[in-house]
């Protein structure tokens, strides 16, 4: 997933000198072609994420276009003052692109794992948020967010994550649907979505709940209010707590739905371990999100 | 800069300043808002860089920015003496006004940066810099910073950042008025000496009287190989005696009494 965005960019790149990778020295093996064609569009700044997110603010300021590359919590809590004050609240054309979302570097430990970003930046004032599935939800995502100006935040996961979203219908941009057969819809974002679709193919066809992936959430706004299922499961490998499920209960506040949500409950636990893992700890794998489907479609039909 | 601009540039320069910190202390009187002291002590910087800026064509003018946004009495009486402020300067503070206590970008096309947490306005520059280098712009940036920011861990991140890239085009102001927030800098944290350590990191340093008009405009007209600092010795309060190196002053407002007596000091500096 990071590979089809960096490789996406660069693409875009050649076509718009005003676009710059800007990185907080990581990205080993990843961005090394797009430093290496297009050297005057790429700036290693050093590990120092608050002056790196002032910068690119400064450049965006003069009309550049800067991705501000490194892993999840580096680009987001370590300069969270910055990308408030000096990017949101200027209104300006930065991008952070930030790699790991949830427990994509699970081994890595708690600094790594990125479970609270879309509770903080999702508050912050013009910003417009991303969250891409897979490779094909990222092509597709790439044109819009450099059509859009302002202030912007893409979730992404590490990689290998294929192409989940090949059988899936656009929506509205930036929402794409895969219909089941029951008064259900799971709604989830990023490549937790996997997780979802092993579930639901693991029910017989006509007790498949339909899939909603979101990878844009300023298309949340106008489509989730229009939904009218019974029952609505949020999947998300984030904390609950102002979190993606958050926002759609806040979206069904004065709709008939009745929302479930699965995600992180707390992370007191001091555990590390594959993204698998993690995900299976605190109940966002496919076998707990299969019986919480299994529970809403019993539930539905006593 | 030619010697007959330099003077145009100082002639006009003294007169704002001296308007400015009237100005300054009108506005912290009827707010009975804050940091008047720090307006005071940054007041000639900010009206050497904005009369030059303003002087010179459009397309070779510099980029200034105020990293220490709580002198933001004192910016926004320097524009409005420069007739550059799209806010009048009494509305400073007032309910449902733009021009709020700390720096705020709506209120001139001047401000390319609302500041007031501290450690902001270098990397920014940076940012501004890189970005004229890239455009092979001959404009240059200049940020001018308080002493206190020397505390923040952006400064340093910075001032590695500006040598790697070679901004020679960035001008770094260090307002060294050797007061912060509670007290006296070198009890608070030590910063002396400043200039060896930025220059052990590629700056070029100069360090000059930041009250000197002449010694400011000479100061930022300089070309520079390297990021160039200038560290302009300041008095916290410059200008109104009782309110000189007084770290009460950081906070207090003045009374109109006060404010007479420091109205007649600044008329008879200005003699």
Known sequence: ?302 | MTGNSASKVLSKSLQVASKARKSALEMTNQSKASHIGSCLSVIDLLAVVFTQKNLVSSASRNDVLLSKGHAAAGLYAVLDALNLLLQPLDTYCKDGSQLYGHVNHHASPQIPLSTGSLGHGLPFAIGLAISNKKHKSQQKTIVIISDGELNEGTTWESALVAPQNKLSNLILIIDRNGIQSLGFTEETLRLNPIAPKLESFGWNVLEIDGHDHEKILDGISRESDKPLCIIATTVKGKGVSFMENSIAWHYKSPTLEELDLAFAEIDEASK
Do not use: W
């Open chain 1, 1 to 302: 997933m990071r590979n089809s965005f960096v490789n996406g960019l660069l693409e875009e790149a050649k076509k718009d000198e005003s676009i710059l990778l800007i990185t907080g020295d990581l990205g080993y093996g990843v961005i090394d072609r797009f430093a290496q064609e297009l050297p005057k569009q790429f700036l290693n700044f050093g590990i120092n994420e608050q002056s790196m997110m002032g910068a690119a603010a400064g450049l965006a300021s003069k009309g550049f276009k800067p991705f501000v590359y490194s892993i999840g919590n580096f680009p987001t809590f370590r300069c969270l003052e910055q990308i408030r004050n000096d990017v949101c609240h200027m209104n300006l054309n930065v991008s952070i692109v930030a790699l790991g979302a949830g427990f994509s570097y699970g081994t890595a430990g708690y600094s790594h794992h990125l479970v609270e970003d879309i509770s903080a930046i999702s508050v912050l004032p013009n910003m417009s948020l991303y969250s891409p599935a897979d490779t094909l939800e990222v092509t597709n995502v790439l044109p819009r967010m450099l059509a859009k100006a302002g202030p912007k935040y893409i979730r992404l996961g590490k990689g290998g994550e294929g192409q989940i979203t090949e059988k899936f219908q656009e929506a509205v941009p930036g929402i794409s649907i895969m219909s089941g057969s029951t008064d259900i819809a799971v709604i989830s974002t990023g490549n937790v979505l996997s997780e979802v679709v092993t579930a639901v193919d693991a029910l017989a066809a006509e007790l498949r709940p339909t899939i909603i992936s979101v990878s844009e959430f300023d298309a949340l706004v106008d489509y989730i209010p229009t939904l009218r299922y019974r029952r609505i499961l949020t999947v998300e490998e984030h904390l609950l707590r102002g979190g993606f499920g958050s926002i759609i209960l806040e979206l069904l506040s004065q709709s008939k739905s009745v929302v479930y949500r699965k995600g992180i409950h707390s992370l007191s636990s001091q555990i590390s371990g594959s993204q698998q893992y993690l995900r299976n700890h605190y109940e966002i794998g496919f076998e707990s999100i299969l019986n919480s489907i299994q529970e809403i479609n019993k539930e539905l039909s006593a």
